[in-house]
Every structure is written in structure tokens, then in C-alpha cells.
């Protein structure tokens, strides 16, 4: 894996996340011919493939720690931290990639600047009712997505380890810490209309009509109608 102090000058040098603990599956910070937009809006892992450089992880669960990025304009984001199993999938790493081992949540920078520091979760717990044991391979994926929409891709393959591990990294003050600079918020959703089913099938014009009437369908229609002349 690559030394933390490099990582940073990495993450300085480029518009792109970096993972700083357990590890990186390597320097994805690329824009090319292949990959003209950057390589990690590549799904699932920012256009790397698998490594056999595994990096150890409890198999209870550990720390994850990632700078959120440097890219300017965009003051607020949403991270994403997920879990793959085996090597059966595409490029020989997971089949899936979808198990979520924490809720999402918002990284907030103090401007529209690049964001200033490093996240770090002390103790990413493994997906709902997932198992595992040591010696089992995984990937954790980290997504940041940015509040245009675009989504920044990075993995780190890991092998399972029981707790107490040597060849588990120390997680200290170094490598895992949450700068000053950068805020969190929680992510939930309020319902302000529910599915009812009733719309399914129905072209836009129905439903309009449904919802306000001939009468007041007929006006937009007559208002459009009066723009366009």
C-alpha cells in the first residue's frame, strides 16, 4: 500500500478521494485517452482492478479513513461506504457491491473551496446479518457523491483477520482522524407525496387533467398556446 505522506501529496495534486486507511488498491488520480473525465467516476472501484495486495481488516470490523477530495465548487457531498464479498464478480473482486456498512451521510466544507482534511470512521461495523471469518476476502468501497450528481469511485481489497491480528495496521492519530475543517449531517428523507398507483401508465396529459381539472388543464394549455405566438 502506498505511505500515507504520499497519498497526501497524491490527494493535493488531483480533484479525486483517497482512501488512507486500511489502504488503497493504488493511484487511480488518472485522466487520460481511456478515461477523459478521470478514472474514478468509474463504477465500481475509479477504473482499478482487483489487486492481490490484500490489506488486513478485523472481522469484526475497523477503521476506514479517506481524504473527501480537492475538487472546487463543490461545498457539500454525500459518502457512501459499502462492502463487496469473494472473488467471483468482473475483474475477479465481487460480484456485489451494494451492502451498506453505514448509513450514508453529508461531508460539509467550510466553502465551495477544496475540502480541507481527512474523515475518519473509527469503527465501521460489517453489513446487517453479514458473517464472516478470517481468511475470507472482501472490498470496501468508498463513493462520494458530488452535489451535481457524479459519483467518485474508491476500493481497497482486504482479507479478514481476528481482531488482535498483528497484521492488522495500528489505527492511530496519524492515520485516522477527522480534521477540524470539515462538518458532518445526517441524511433522511421526508415523504411529501406517496405512491399511490394511480398515475401508473397514464401519460402526462392524464394525470394533469386528473389532478387539476378540464378547467384548469385547458388555461395552461390556452397560456402555452398564447407564449408560443
Known sequence: MLPLFFLALLAVASAHSVITYPGWRGNNLITNDTFPYGMQWMYPCGGMGTTSNRTYWPTTGGAVAFQPGWFRGHSIAFAYINLGFG??????????????MVHQFEIIGPTNNPFPGTICLPQVPLPVNATVKAGDLATIQVVELAQHGAALYSCVDIIFAEPGDKRIAEVNETNCFNSTDVGFGDVYTIATKQPTGSGYGQSGAEVAVHRLGWAGFLSLVVGALCVLL
Open 87 to 100: 472473488t467471483d464478480g468482473p475483474d475477479n473482486g465481487p460480484q456485489n457491491m451494494s451492502n451498506p
